[in-house]
C-alpha cells in the first residue's frame, strides 16, 4: 500500500533568503505582527516541515549589532517581498519610510503587498492614486506611485478578536497573503 504526501511548495527562489520582510510600527501592530508571520510561515504547511516559507521581521531575525539599517537593507535586498503592515503609525515611521523608499529604489511595485491593519486607504478613480486627503494608513513615500488601484488585504475587522487559523475570516486574508508569496492561486493554497 502506497501513502500519498502532500506535494511540497516549490522551493523559495535561490536568489533571496526570504521570501518576504515585514514593515510595520511597534506601536500599531506590535501583537499583531508575530501572529501574522507565524501563520503565514504555517500556512498550507506540509506536516514533515518546520515553515513553508522564511519571511523576515525585525523582532525574530535581528541580532544586536553595530549597523541596524544595514542590516536591515540587506534583509530588504534578501527579501522577495515586502510585506507593508498599513497603519497611521506605519505611515508616520521613520524606519518604515526608509524601508519603502529603499524598496522601491531597488524593486517594482508588484512586489509590494498591502495589508491594512488600521486606518484608511481610499482610491480616487479621478485622480488615479490614493486619495491623499483620506487616506492615513500610507506614507508620504507611495504617493503617486500606483498607476492602478492596487489590491489589498484587509485585516482591519480582524484586529480584536482571535488571530487564529481557526477563524475563517483571518484564515481567508491570510490565504489571499499566501498566495501571492506562493505565487499560486488562492484556491491552490487552501
Known sequence: MSVSRPSPSPPESSRYRYRAFISYSHSADASFAPRFQASLQGFARPWYRIRVLRVFRDQTNLAANPDLWGTIVTALDNSEFLLYLASPAAARSSWVQKELIHWLDHRDLDSLILVATEGDLDWDDDAGDFDWERTDALPAALRGRFEREPLFVD??????????LRDPKFQDSIATVAAALHKRSKDEVF
Open 155 to 164: 485585516f482591519r475587522e480582524l484586529r480584536g478578536e482571535q488571530l487564529s
